[in-house]
């Protein structure tokens, strides 16, 4: 084999493993496509797309507000050392005293 062929196959093997060695876990999309819901989403419609609430609270003008919370973790590991990076985004859901989706918002937890 050549200097050159045997060079480009280290490169990619190289590049195969330090790749391979990148993990990123989310358990959610961050609320992708929330937009859509306003206004017309009951608590059933989030219940089914996103699950249980982590937490709920009443409104005193009625209705409740849920929150859900997302934690993505990202790895890199190279020969040196390994960095693990956590972020959490928190998506909460306000609804109308019948139950509609009326706003929501994403901030950091």
């Not at 062929?5 to 496509?33: E, H, M, N, Q, W």
């Not at 050392?81 to 139950?99: E, L």
């Amino acid at each position: 084999m050549s200097k050159r062929v045997t060079f480009a196959l280290a490169l990619i093997l190289s590049v195969a493993v330090i790749g391979g060695c990148t993990k990123r876990v989310y358990t959610d999309p961050y609320g992708a496509g929330l937009g859509n819901l306003l206004n017309r989403a009951t608590q059933d419609d989030i219940v089914k797309k996103y699950g249980p609430p982590a937490s709920k609270q009443a409104l005193s003008v009625g209705g409740e507000v849920w929150a859900y919370d997302y934690r993505s973790t990202t790895t890199t590991a190279t020969q040196e050392q390994t960095n693990t990076a956590t972020q959490c985004v928190r998506i909460i859901f306000v609804f109308d005293k019948d139950g509609i989706l009326r706003d929501y918002r994403r901030e950091r937890c």
